[in-house]
């Protein structure tokens, strides 16, 4: 699907869970929210899960979960969830925080 023009930006917080730390998905989750042009940030939770925060097109977003669910090649994504609310302009690129 291609974005609209006039689609609105929005946020997803995304928890990642699996086997999905030390395999290299930050990187890979950074790599692609870069690609999309979608700005945010991700990191590693004490309990196992990675989360991102995203912003940017819905459709645009959506992608990125599809991408997120296969996610590098040792990681096994078990679950994805994801929270959506309205865009906050706080972020101007994509970060790996640590």
Do not use: C
Request: charged share 25%.
């Amino acid at each position: 699907m291609t974005p609209s023009v006039d689609e609105p930006s929005v946020r997803v917080r995304i928890l990642v869970l699996g086997h999905v730390q030390g395999v290299g998905y930050r990187a890979f989750a950074a790599r692609a929210a870069t690609r999309l042009a979608l700005s945010g940030g991700v990191r590693n939770l004490d309990d196992g899960r990675v989360e991102l925060d995203v912003e940017g097109r819905r459709s645009v977003l959506e992608a990125l979960v599809r991408e997120l669910k296969t996610g590098p090649p040792a990681a096994h994504v078990t679950k994805i969830e994801t929270e959506w609310s309205a865009a906050t302009g706080q972020y101007s690129n994509f970060t790996i925080w640590y």
